[in-house]
């Protein structure tokens, strides 16, 4: 609806994103780029693009004969190519799952699995008493081929996010108590707990993850893959601190008598590693400034390591809940940058882009912009992931023209992230946000900072992961996408226009009288989009809304005590 009344219905191509006509005759170094990574990138890019318009030009259209042309890409693409289709279909289960259904007949494992991963998407936030998504995919998490179960594991991950639905605990516990079960079978399983029990502090799931490393052997350890482990349990304490409530510091020691058998195998930076990420996600977006000085000092250690880098992803967790820590936090991480081992570089544009989430301010753009043509090239991908991800879904002029010319001169895996971070940019052609604080700020989705989180803890080393096997981790950003708009009902949910003021929203806690809560405001009809630090206030008399903070879907009630002139 909202996209009917702007007019952004037409399905947008990759091509109409890249714009290759507006580099001038540059475009000529990347065509020589492998195909493969190319058609991959397109798949994404055409994934966010269209994300929730369930159509687009590049998978609905394609009739069985240019079937095969999809599929001839190499096998990781073909996952992310059918599970794009869910991204497409996002929140609308009924067309989604008959879609992608015959992709669940096909001989292809990776074609299973990319559409077990869509009807994840799918059904991404959508509660439904039969559990459909549950009773499709569930069969597959034993399936004989890696890929399908790994499809199906994150496919359910994604769609009970946030739920704590006991079914999957113990699906998923089955899997981690395997001593047979390969690695990223249970990486994956341990990720897709930390989503669906999000916050839960719950405490069987953790000791479970944490028994995993008993069977792991000292090769497996070393794997990148798995520092994601410490990211799942951390997400069981998300914002929990180390209250009453929360047994972190339970946790954390039967975590060092584990701690003490594998030490055999773990070295002191590994358990530094996990630390500093449980600590970092326990107080996410608690703005606790004694652990923001904790991590600080963790940075300012001469002999460096890789626990660095979640301390400076922590810092902009902890610092993103209030504006004032923002910019503070903003300015110890320039320092850091400065003078930090190449850990902490690597890590610090990813960390401006959580705290600058689809809020693409003028000075960070600048910032990030530099750093995308920093000599290191991992902190070049991390800077054009980030100027993706502050700029996600606002269609920003400034940060597509930076991107098209860093197309102009990047290639391989570079291109790859230049691509990604377009596709970001025009997310649901610039209707959704990845911002996981709504209600004026007020409060924070768990279960879409837990996407955020995952993503960017694999982002701090993208060879191995996204960039390498498993591209499909950048679907995980599903959970975070929400409509930056507002749109008016009447009480009995019928789309009802009224005019609403829009402006820059205004501090006014603690000031005397009623002061105007905007500034330098324009009057729309609803349905409206709302940017970063934008508010909205009704511009009639005639209805009451039956909630303070005019966002999202708002009920209007008539107002009995209003008579037209």
């Keep these: 609806m909202l996209a009917r009344d702007i007019g952004v219905m037409e399905p947008k191509s990759p091509e109409d994103i890249y714009k290759v006509h507006l580099i001038g005759g540059q475009g000529a170094k990347s ?113 004989a081929a890696s890929i399908t179960r790994i499809g199906a594991i994150l496919g359910l991950g994604i769609a009970y996010a946030g739920s704590r639905k006991d079914k999957l605990k113990s699906l998923f516990l089955i899997t981690l108590s395997d001593s047979q079960a390969p690695l990223v079978d249970l990486v994956f399983s341990a990720i897709s ?3 669906v029990f999000v916050g839960s502090c719950n405490e069987e799931i953790a000791q479970s993850i944490i028994s995993v490393l008993k069977n792991l052997i000292k090769a497996e350890l070393a794997e990148p893959i798995i520092r994601l482990l410490p990211v799942s349990i951390g997400l069981l304490y998300l914002g929990k601190q180390e209250g009453p409530k929360a047994n972190v510091v339970k946790v954390s020691e039967t975590f060092d008598e584990i701690m003490k058998e594998v030490s055999k195998f773990f070295d002191k930076i590994m358990k530094d590693y996990w630390d500093v990420t449980l600590m970092s996600l326990a107080y996410a977006g608690t703005g606790n400034v004694l652990k923001v000085q904790e991590l600080l000092s963790i940075c300012s250690k001469k002999e460096g390591g890789s626990h660095q880098g979640p301390a400076v992803l922590g810092i902009a967790l902890i610092a993103m809940a209030e504006e004032l820590g923002v910019e503070m936090a903003v300015r110890s991480l320039e320092q850091l940058f400065k003078y930090g081992d190449y850990n902490i570089r690597r890590a610090v544009p990813l960390a401006l ?171 729309h009809n609803t349905p409206v989009l709302l940017a970063a630090g934008e508010r909205a206030e009704l511009a009639t008399e005639k209805y009451i809304p039956l909630t303070p903070v005019l966002e999202g879907f708002v009920i209007l009630r008539k107002n009995p005590e209003h008579h037209e002139d």
């Design 31 to 143: 065509s020589s780029l492998d195909s493969a990574r190319q058609n991959l990138a397109a798949t994404f890019v055409n994934a966010f693009v269209n994300a929730g318009y369930c159509q687009d030009k590049l998978m609905t259209a394609i009739s069985d004969s240019s079937e095969n042309l999809l599929f001839e890409k190499n096998e990781l693409g073909k996952a992310s190519a059918v599970a794009s289709l869910g991204m497409i279909h996002l929140w609308d289960h009924d067309s989604g799952f008959a879609i992608l259904d015959k992709y669940l007949q096909s001989d292809d494992t990776h074609v299973v699995a990319g559409a077990l991963l869509g009807i994840g998407m799918v059904s991404c936030g959508v509660k439904n008493d039969y559990d459909p998504a549950l009773a499709l995919i569930s069969g597959y998490s034993t399936s």
């Design 193 to 195: 707990l930390g989503l």
């Design 353 to 523: 882009g959580m705290l600058y989430i689809s809020n693409p301010k003028v000075d960070v753009v600048d910032t990030l912009s530099r750093l995308s043509n920093d000599a290191d090239g991992q902190v070049m991908m991390a800077a054009t992931i980030s100027l993706g991800l502050i700029g996600a879904g606002t269609n920003n002029a400034r940060i597509a023209e930076l991107l098209r010319n860093l197309s102009s001169q990047e290639h391989g895996v570079y291109l790859f992230c230049v691509r990604i971070a377009q596709g970001l940019v025009h997310l649901g052609k610039g209707l959704l946000t990845l911002a996981p604080y709504h209600s004026d700020r007020l409060l924070l989705s768990p279960v879409a900072l837990a996407g955020l989180v995952t993503v960017l803890h694999a982002c701090l080393n993208m060879q191995p992961t996204i960039l390498g096997e498993y591209p499909y981790m950048l679907y995980i950003l599903a959970l975070a996408m929400q409509p930056r708009m507002l749109l008016t009902l009447d009480e009995d949910l019928k789309p009802l226009p009224v005019p609403v003021h829009v402006g820059q929203a205004v501090d006014v806690v603690g000031q005397a009288g009623s002061p105007r809560t905007i500034t330098g405001f324009q009057t």
